[in-house]
């Protein structure tokens, strides 16, 4: 069984910066890469940035570009997303989550694990 514990979450104004991380433990796929979504309160889930397994290569949705930074730490199972220049619509549940594919996908359908997720709440 694969767990995925997100922390870090919090409440900051606007401008401001926040570091999530992303916990696994257990079993899982071979070198599965790590995605981060949101959700906001009435909005459908949405891809964030996700990370290859190396951590190479990344790849951003467009509101992220430029102010979010995914990484991560393969000697500590950890995954983190550093979020710079925060604003109000940032506002929402961060989750991350795994997939088994060899390629960074934005699609929810293809990541199999998900954490718990952790509330951001950046105010104006």
């Known amino acids: 069984q694969v767990q995925l514990v997100e922390s870090g979450g919090g409440l900051v104004q606007a401008g401001g910066s926040l570091r999530l991380s992303c916990a696994a433990s257990?079993?899982?796929?071979?070198?599965?890469?790590m995605g981060w979504f949101r959700q906001a309160p009435g909005k459908e889930r949405e891809f964030v940035a996700a990370v290859s397994w190396s951590g190479g290569i990344t790849y951003y949705a467009n509101s992220a570009k430029g102010r979010f930074t995914v990484s991560r730490d393969n000697a500590t199972n950890t995954v983190y997303l550093q979020m710079n220049s925060l604003k109000p619509e940032d506002t929402a549940v961060y989750y991350c989550a795994a997939t088994p594919l060899p390629v960074l996908t934005a699609r929810r359908s293809e990541y199999y694990y998900w954490g718990q997720g952790t509330q951001v709440t950046v105010s104006s």
């Open positions: 257990g079993r899982t796929f071979s070198n599965p890469a």
